[in-house]
């Protein structure tokens, strides 16, 4: 396979051996390595050590970033020691670094530094949340040290080992590396062709032509002015004002879910004709009318192995640690006790979509029930530090193994899927996770456009917050100000049936009037009931809010029920804004149900909310949608039902 870049190589570090426990990467730092220096900068702590680290210091010094390293600010400084630099060079057929090119410098420097502060103890398995300064994610995984009383080792991009870490600066933290980062240079496509342990699952994206459809990158019609990208605009909003910056670049990148060969042994497969017979019988009894049809037209969409496939991308950028909420936010908000963190994404397969979530236990696609009392035990999805030295990180996306054969089969269609389908606003179009906004603890993101959303010739200001316990009502919220009107697609139903769809909002004086309307054409939707006036306290009799008498389960549920009777419900029990204020006791935290019809999987359906006064200062804040069907709301129920 062809490189983009050729001057990239490839590096592979074998692990150690992993015994059998299993290896955490939140275990505390050992003293010895974990050290505080009072009055340096990066500069200054490499100058200090010049000996270990002269050939990184000259890189830097060549590229430009040497001065930036020397100013206040918060910055991760993956520093490669005069060996790794060395090992480097010897890769590339070189003896010193005046040999290299002032675009290498700029890559290396980029590469080895990123815009905000993290420590060890501030990382979990998968990917660090800020990209590097070239717009590259980078893997943190850890394994155990054999030959060293078995303690945890650090890597990133599963090759670079943190021989020290923690070292704190003024201006931030250094971590020292073995080996220089070199991010590879494949597409997905391409980089799953250099895995021998996926030969049939490539024999297969290859049969369909699946392949060719995750090779988009960047859009180049896309530009936005340095001075919005690269410094603070101020936002106000909810009575507060926090900093936003707008979209570099505009990204298509996507996430593939693989089973190995020996997944596939494991389950009767040894072979691609094994695995279209596996195809057709699980697809012909998904989508009986097509059963017969379209058997040996490989890339028609129709087609059993080519639905196989489609059902195992999809079109959004997910490490490991971005399918749901994580670290603070899952540890301080989310009532585990009542609810496993999950998310709901639209797959490559038409008309699917894929429910990921985060027990205890680890990360799993399609799994029924709530921590260790689930039903249907879902598909896992292997960690970085489970699956060794695979480099999963393509130019365009990543991919991810998965520990049995994943299919969109009956029960996952009519058991798991039976379930109150929470989206968040943010996995409702993939530009929000592709680039990168999604969980950016650092600062807000602002959009001037969105794949798959129309603004109706509107200008308001939008933006994707930070990820923080206080800022967002349920992990993420999309803000507009402005005059807004826009439009956009919810995911797929499961199956047909009657279906309730509810908008999760937040009651604010500056957040105006607005008028839903929901159906199947983006161009003649229909109105759904009287505008939604954002502005009315809920205790109005109009929405009915009482809160909860402790112990008196049938006054509280004749509430709901009144509420309901109005249009309205109160927001969920099992989230904690600031890990304190549960949202059901919040007055201001509410759900209006939008519309009780039936729906199909065939079918797509729009939501538009459109301001219906005028006020160029409005504000939006779009939490959560929810479709629910009738067999999960016709039950009822209060506190820890699914319902709520």
């Known amino acids: 396979m062809k490189k983009i870049d050729k001057i990239l190589i490839r590096f592979v570090l074998a692990f150690c051996a992993i015994p059998a426990f299993t290896v955490s990467c939140s275990d505390e730092p050992l003293p010895e390595n974990y050290y505080t220096f009072t009055g340096e900068?990066?500069?200054?702590?490499?100058?200090?050590?010049?000996?270990?680290?002269?050939?990184?210091?000259?890189?830097?010094?060549?590229?430009g970033m040497y001065g930036m390293m020397a100013a206040y600010g918060s910055y991760t400084c993956l520093a490669p020691n005069n060996k790794a630099v060395e090992r480097y060079l010897h890769e590339l057929g070189i003896q010193s670094v005046d040999q290299l090119t002032k675009e290498q410098c700029d890559t290396l420097s980029w590469n080895h530094i990123i815009n905000q502060a993290y420590f060890t103890t501030d990382l979990i398995d998968g990917n660090i949340?800020?990209?590097?300064?070239?717009e590259r994610y980078l893997t943190f995984s850890c394994d155990s040290d054999a030959l060293n009383n078995n303690n945890v080792i650090y890597y990133i991009n599963k090759s670079a080992r943190l021989i020290v870490r923690d070292d704190s600066v003024e201006n931030g933290v250094v971590h020292t590396l073995d080996r220089v980062i070199v991010p590879q240079s494949f597409l997905l496509p391409d980089l799953l062709a250099e895995d021998s342990t996926i030969s049939i699952f490539n024999e297969a994206l290859v049969l369909t032509g699946l392949c060719d459809s995750?090779?988009?990158?960047?859009?180049?019609?896309?530009?936005?002015?340095?001075?919005?990208?690269?410094?603070?605009?101020?936002?106000?909003?909810?009575?507060?004002?926090y900093a936003m910056r707008y979209v570099g670049t505009r990204m298509k990148r996507y996430t593939a879910f693989v089973e190995t060969d020996e997944v596939y042994a494991a389950n009767g497969i040894h072979d691609l004709d094994d695995l279209k017979a596996h195809a057709k019988q699980v697809y012909d009894q998904m989508f009986p009318k097509d059963a017969g049809l379209y058997d040996d037209d490989w890339t028609n969409r129709k087609n059993p192995l080519n639905r196989f496939i489609s059902y195992h991308l999809l079109p959004y950028y997910g490490a490991y640690n971005d399918w749901t909420v994580s670290g603070d936010i899952k540890n301080i908000c989310a009532k585990t006790d009542?609810?496993?963190?999950?998310?709901?994404?639209?797959?490559?397969?038409?008309?699917?979509?894929?429910?990921?979530?985060?027990?205890?236990?680890?990360?799993?696609?399609?799994?029924k029930g709530v921590g260790p009392r689930y039903t249907v035990r879902g598909t896992k999805v292997l960690s970085p530090s489970e699956i060794g030295d695979v480099d999963q990180q393509a130019l365009n996306g990543i991919y991810h193994y998965v520990d049995q054969v994943l299919d969109y089969n009956q029960e996952t269609r009519d058991v798991v899927f039976n379930d109150r389908i929470r989206i968040m606003a943010a996995t409702l179009?993939?530009?929000?996770?592709?680039?990168?906004?999604?969980?950016?603890?650092?600062?807000?993101?602002?959009?001037?456009?969105?794949?798959?959303?129309?603004?109706?010739?509107?200008?308001?200001?939008?933006?994707?917050?930070?990820?923080?316990?206080?800022?967002?009502?349920?992990?993420?919220?999309?803000?507009?100000?402005?005059?807004?009107?826009?439009?956009?697609?919810?995911?797929?139903?499961?199956k047909e049936g009657t279906y309730e769809v509810r908008f999760a909002y937040g009651w604010g004086d500056m957040r105006g009037k607005v008028q839903v309307y929901f159906g199947t054409d983006p161009d003649g939707l229909l109105p759904m009931g009287l505008p939604i006036d954002f502005t009315l306290w809920p205790i109005d009799p109009l929405i009915g809010w009482v809160?909860?008498?402790?112990?008196?389960?049938?006054?509280?549920?004749?509430?709901?029920?009144?509420?309901?009777?109005?249009?309205?419900?109160?927001?969920?029990?099992?989230?904690?804004?600031?890990?304190?204020?549960?949202?059901?006791?919040?007055?201001?935290?509410?759900?209006?149900?939008?519309?009780?019809?039936?729906?199909?999987?065939?079918?797509?359906?729009?939501?538009?909310?459109?301001?219906?006064?005028?006020?160029?200062q409005a504000e939006l804040p779009i939490n959560y949608f929810e479709i629910v069907p009738k067999s999960i709301y016709a039950r009822g129920g209060g506190r820890g039902h699914p319902l709520m």
């Open 547 to 616: 809160a909860d008498t402790p112990g008196d389960e049938e006054g509280n549920r004749a509430i709901d029920k009144a509420m309901r009777n109005r249009g309205y419900m109160k927001d969920m029990d099992s989230w904690a804004q600031g890990g304190a204020n549960i949202l059901r006791a919040q007055p201001m935290k509410l759900r209006k149900i939008l519309t009780t019809e039936n729906m199909s999987p065939e079918k797509d359906y729009y939501i538009r909310i459109k301001l219906v006064v005028d006020n160029p």
């Open 429 to 494: 179009s993939p530009e929000f996770m592709n680039c990168g906004a999604r969980g950016n603890t650092e600062r807000a993101t602002g959009f001037k456009m969105v794949e798959g959303w129309d603004f109706h010739g509107k200008t308001p200001t939008m933006t994707l917050r930070k990820r923080d316990v206080w800022m967002v009502t349920y992990a993420d919220c999309i803000d507009m100000v402005g005059q807004f009107d826009v439009t956009f697609k919810l995911l797929p139903v499961p």
């Open 214 to 241: 995750l090779k988009q990158y960047i859009d180049p019609t896309y530009f936005c002015s340095e001075d919005s990208v690269n410094q603070d605009i101020i936002i106000h909003t909810g009575g507060s004002q």
């Open 129 to 134: 949340p800020t990209a590097n300064m070239n």
């Open 41 to 63: 900068m990066v500069t200054d702590y490499l100058q200090n050590r010049s000996g270990e680290f002269s050939d990184f210091i000259a890189i830097l010094q060549r590229s």
């Open 338 to 367: 009542l609810i496993d963190c999950t998310d709901w994404y639209a797959t490559m397969l038409k008309g699917t979509i894929m429910k990921m979530s985060t027990p205890s236990d680890g990360l799993f696609i399609n799994r």
